[in-house]
Each structure stands twice: as structure tokens, then as C-alpha cells.
């Protein structure tokens, strides 16, 4: 009796098991995307627009954490904060107050900087209509298995974003770029983040399938800083921005944490402004979507029914004298490099001893 009793509570949690299993992959494979690409772009110049390069910043540093490599990411920063002379601590730029966290780092890959950052190479970018000789790193190569993620922030109002302070991207031109991107395949889904004033009119006039918007505040509304550095003199970060990343610090590559979480971040009690968003473009229910099938990156996996042995060692194969047959080629890992050594005669080279005897 006490044999059937345990038969059946191992078949009922190995069943549970195989459900949650079968679950989990229906969620993963639902988004039907295969790759990730993010277009980061802060559209601000001049020392007063600290934060607008540490929002962007701090979204990179947190797309590169959950997943998403350098090679998939374009980064478009208007102005060089780290190398401003008016940083008290060069080559950093800070996110939170007290300088405690440097969003710069040793690691960030800027594809777009100052005067770069224009309104046609931005939409140039999302269009796919560059110069030939553009190269890789400068280039948004995805496809219709792609889900991308686009932040924007800067200074905006009705139906616009400027850009450097001297040309303006309006809310009609990025709709049509994004149509221009469904026409071409160049995205499976699309998520839209603009941290801007009335970022909501932004988004107003899109009208291609697959995208969902957010935006920091409504029309008529301002989009408000945050923390202000009185060593550095400036603000730090905006308010959405700001609490967007605290929430995305507790998201993992691994995290269940899907978009409706991310539409209550920051209410109005803390970012003043309004945020909003926008669904009805976009196929699927926001409660299904995952947190990281934007802020992630999907990985490559090869299904194998073969035994892989990973213990023993790779042999060299030997020729067959009896049959005749050819040695193959086998390939194997080499030893690791003796940098030690390499060291040592460099240094032999550099200062080599002479016998004691004067040459004629």
C-alpha cells in the first residue's frame, strides 16, 4: 500500500513538472523571435543635459547585463559628457547620487557621437538606407525574427523630439520609419521608450503592426529630472528613467517579469508626470510578453540526440594500415599561451647580456 502511495506522488510530481516544463517553452517560443537589438539615443548636448547621456547609458549598461552583446546595439550619444571639461572626474559619468554608480565604464562602444547624431542618420539607422560604406558596427541588421528595442530621450514637446537643439523628429516621421521597417521585415516585434515632455505624442500617430510604446509623461505634461549633484552641478537622471532602471535592476536573464510589471513603474506620486503606454498596436497580450524578450538576448541553442562525452580527452586518430585509409585531420585545443616565457625573452631581447670584451 505504502508502495502504490509513493508511486503515485512521484507520477504526480514528475507530471506537474512536465507541465510546468512544457509551459515555460509554449511562453519562450510564443514571442517567435530568434534575436535581440537595441537603439539607444540621447539626442541632447551642452553640460545642463548631464542626465540625457546617463539615461542612455544606464539602459545600455542594463541591455549588456541581461544579455544583449555590443554587436547588437547602437548607441547614439550627442555629446561626450565623460570628456567634458566641466566633469570633475573624467571619463565617467554618473547615474546616482553621491557618485556611486559610474554608467561609463571600461566596456561602453559609442557608434554614434556628437554631430553624428542627426535626425537622418537616426532614421537612416531604422531604416536600413545607409552608405555601403557604413560598417557593421553603425548598421541595425535584423530581420522580421527580430525584436528590437528603441529608447529615445532628450528635450521634446507636442508631436516632436529635437535633436541637438538645432533639427526636430516629428512624430509622423518616426511613425512612417517604423512602417518603413514592417514593410522591409526588419522587425518581429518593436518596443518603443521615449523619456522626453509630452512623450506621449510620440506615439500618438504609429500605425504599424507588432508595437507597444511607453512614454514618461502625457501631452501637456513635462517629463522631470532627478537627483541633482551638487560636486557635479547638474541633475543625474530623469524620474522614469530613473525608476524604469531601479525596476530593471531586479530583472534576471532567467526572470518571468513581463511588460504589464513594467507599465506601473514610476506612478504619478513619484515621477509627477503621467506615464503612458500604448498596446493596441501590438498582437500579443502585454500579461504574455516578457520583461527580457526586449531587455534579453535569446541564445543559440543545438538540439542533439547524440551522447556527447565531455570527460575524455580528444585523440589523435591514427592511419589504418591494414585498410589504407588516410589519416583525417583532427583538430584539438592547444595548450594556453606562455606568457610567462614570452615575457622573459622579450625582456632577454630588450637587455641582452654582452660577454666582458671589448668589441674591434
Not at 80 to 103: G, I, Q, W, Y
Not at 294 to 322: C, H, Y
Request: glycine letters at 4%.
Amino acid at each position: 500500500m505504502k508502495i502504490l502511495t509513493l508511486l503515485g506522488l512521484f507520477s504526480a510530481c514528475f507530471l506537474a513538472n512536465s507541465i510546468n516544463i512544457e509551459n515555460s517553452a509554449g511562453q519562450f517560443f510564443s514571442s517567435g523571435h530568434t534575436n535581440n537589438w537595441a537603439v539607444l539615443v540621447c539626442t541632447s548636448r551642452f553640460w545642463f543635459n548631464y542626465r540625457h547621456v546617463a539615461n542612455t547609458l544606464s539602459v545600455y549598461r542594463s541591455v549588456k547585463r541581461l544579455g544583449i552583446p555590443d554587436s547588437h546595439i547602437v548607441l547614439m550619444l550627442a555629446d561626450d559628457m565623460a570628456c567634458n571639461h566641466r566633469n570633475p572626474k573624467p571619463a565617467t559619468v554618473f547615474s546616482h547620487k553621491n557618485m556611486e554608480l559610474n554608467v561609463y565604464g571600461d566596456d561602453v562602444e559609442v557608434d554614434y557621437r556628437g554631430y553624428e547624431v542627426t535626425v537622418e542618420n537616426f532614421l537612416r539607422v531604422l531604416t536600413g538606407r545607409l552608405p555601403p560604406s557604413t560598417p557593421r558596427s553603425k548598421r541595425l541588421l535584423s530581420d522580421d525574427r527580430s525584436n528590437i528595442l528603441i529608447y529615445l530621450t532628450g528635450h521634446g514637446g507636442n508631436g516632436f523630439l529635437k535633436f541637438q537643439d538645432s533639427e526636430e523628429i516629428s512624430n509622423v516621421e518616426l511613425a512612417d520609419a517604423f512602417e518603413q521597417m514592417w514593410q522591409k521585415r526588419r522587425y518581429n516585434e518593436l518596443l518603443f521608450i521615449i523619456d522626453t515632455c509630452q512623450g506621449a505624442s510620440m506615439y500618438e500617430r504609429f500605425y504599424s503592426p507588432n508595437i507597444m510604446a511607453l512614454a514618461s509623461s502625457q501631452v501637456g505634461e513635462d517629463s522631470l529630472s532627478h537627483q541633482p549633484d551638487l560636486a557635479i552641478g547638474v541633475h543625474l537622471m530623469d524620474r522614469y528613467t530613473f525608476y524604469m532602471l531601479e525596476f530593471l535592476e531586479d530583472i534576471h536573464p532567467a526572470s518571468k517579469t513581463n511588460m504589464n510589471d513594467l507599465f506601473k513603474v514610476c506612478p504619478k506620486s513619484q515621477c509627477v508626470s503621467t506615464p503612458g503606454h500604448r498596446t493596441d498596436l501590438f498582437l500579443r497580450d502585454p500579461g504574455s510578453v516578457l520583461i527580457t524578450d526586449f531587455f534579453g538576448s535569446v541564445r543559440k541553442v543545438e538540439l542533439t540526440m547524440d551522447a556527447i562525452n565531455l570527460t575524455d580527452p580528444i585523440k589523435q586518430m591514427e592511419e589504418d594500415p591494414v585498410n589504407g585509409e588516410e589519416q583525417k585531420e583532427v583538430y584539438s585545443y592547444a595548450d594556453q599561451l606562455p606568457v610567462s616565457e614570452i615575457i622573459h625573452q622579450t625582456n632577454t631581447l630588450i637587455n641582452p647580456v654582452t660577454p666582458d670584451r671589448d668589441f674591434d
